[in-house]
């Protein structure tokens, strides 16, 4: 007759004495014993299965997904890597505070044409057109911004107070008609 442990996991790192799993023995011994609970396994089932479902639902193993964020926002777990889209350094905000993971600067529009633009909402679309072509030109600054970019959510992060129509809204329908 096999033990409990032997039963529930016969190739389990218990088993074969790695000390990393004392909780493990606990229920099973108890669970084992007169009056013990199977209800105690409940516990580690819950922890072995988020983690196998963590490892399934990687964030690597999802399409990148892109998104954007004004600064002052602060940042939070679910932005994913972090990417500065501006030529300047947002002001008021340290680089421990913003939580970057990767400043942009060469994918950021021209001094000339983020002055022209100041964000006027009539001169969007010139705008876009403008600055589009301007990454198109500066193929090794897209080339690297993509290789930082990996898959999973990736939040654009900008500071400008226009929530819309700003570079980073622009760079992120450009990254997406790259594909």
């Keep these: 007759m096999s033990t409990p442990r032997q039963a529930i996991a016969p190739n389990h790192p218990s088993r074969r004495g790695d000390e990393r799993m004392p909780y493990l023995d606990f229920l099973l011994h108890t669970a084992s014993s007169p009056g013990g609970s199977e209800l105690l396994l409940a516990p580690y089932l ?4 988020t983690r196998r479902l963590t490892d399934l639902c990687r964030l690597s193993d999802v399409a990148m997904q892109l998104r954007t964020k004004r600064v002052y926002e602060g940042s939070a777990t679910t932005d994913g890597r972090r990417i500065l889209v501006d030529r300047l350094w947002p002001r008021g ?3 421990a505070k913003v939580n970057i993971d990767f400043w942009a600067k060469a994918v950021a529009p021209s001094n000339e044409l983020r002055k022209w633009y100041g964000h006027d ?4 679309d010139q705008f876009r057109q403008r600055y589009f072509h301007e990454l198109d030109a500066n193929a090794d600054a897209i080339a690297e911004l993509r290789t930082h970019l990996g898959s999973g959510m990736v939040t654009l992060v900008f500071s400008s107070k226009e929530p819309h129509l700003n570079n980073a809204s622009a760079l992120k329908e450009y990254l997406e008609s790259l594909g």
């Excluded at 819950?46 to 299965?49: D, G, I």
């Excluded at 909402?121 to 969007?124: E, I, R, T």
């Design 93 to 95: 905000v340290t680089k």
């Design 46 to 49: 819950l922890a072995v299965w």
């Design 121 to 124: 909402p009539d001169k969007w």
